[in-house]
């Protein structure tokens, strides 16, 4: 069974900062792992998607990284601004059927 | 153009009466999933569907059954809705289940009073 654990659950950071989000998974037989953000009452939106063959994965001041044999992924987001506030969801295929996801870093970058 | 669309946005209702939720994705995806969203804001996979078949089914109670009249919807419908249920409730989908192109509806807020 695929379970996801994301540290910390909330955080709090002033502008300007470069901050590290993690993300731990059981199941290492994933095809990929996929960073998602979910503003508040807002669905989910697709951040980042690391293939098993990658090792890390960039889009403007976002970096992931994945290591699939110790089980771990890490989500680098860099100068950090009031508007990247929200919760950050890591998740994880199971049995090639659905994903699974972690229960979430809720982030918060004061001014 | 909306990729996945649900209906109604909130839903406010009685325990014990009967409701559906309504999914529809025009992205040409195969497979479309039930997500629930608890107060701690847990997200868990409730059914997933792959081209009208069910793979997946969490130990969610009989009382929630997904209907899918072709790949392009997919209904969820709750019997006898109970004060637990109240949760925000997304619909997904995605070429098959592997992650690649999954897209979120942008929910259901479900109250049971």
């Known amino acids: 069974k695929q379970e996801v654990t994301q540290i910390p659950a909330a955080l709090s950071v002033p502008e300007g900062e470069n901050l590290v989000l993690n993300c731990s998974f059981t199941d290492s037989a994933i095809y990929n792992l996929q960073w998602f953000r979910q503003d508040p009452g807002k669905g989910l939106t697709s951040l980042l998607l690391?293939?098993?063959?990658?090792r890390e994965q960039t889009s403007g001041r976002l970096n992931a990284s994945l290591d699939k044999s110790s089980g771990r992924s890490t989500l680098y987001i860099a100068a950090s601004q009031p508007g990247d506030s929200a919760t950050y969801l890591c998740a994880a295929p199971y049995n090639n059927n659905d994903m699974r996801f972690g229960a979430g870093t809720r982030l918060t970058v004061k001014p | 153009d909306t990729a996945v669309s649900q209906t109604p946005k909130y839903l406010v209702t009685q325990m014990g009466n009967d409701k559906s939720i309504k999914c529809e994705q025009n992205l040409g995806h195969d497979t479309m999933y039930w997500y629930k969203q608890d107060s701690k804001k847990f997200l868990k996979i409730m059914f997933s569907?792959?081209?009208?078949?069910?793979?997946i089914n969490e130990t969610v109670p009989n009382r929630f059954s997904p209907k899918s009249p072709d790949k392009a919807h997919l209904n969820l419908h709750i019997n006898s809705l109970e004060l637990g249920d109240s949760a925000v409730y997304f619909c997904a989908s995605s070429h098959q289940g592997n992650g690649y192109g999954y897209t979120f509806g942008s929910g259901t807020r479900l109250t049971v009073v």
């Open positions: 690391i293939q098993s063959s990658q």
């Open positions: 569907y792959n081209n009208k078949e069910l793979i």
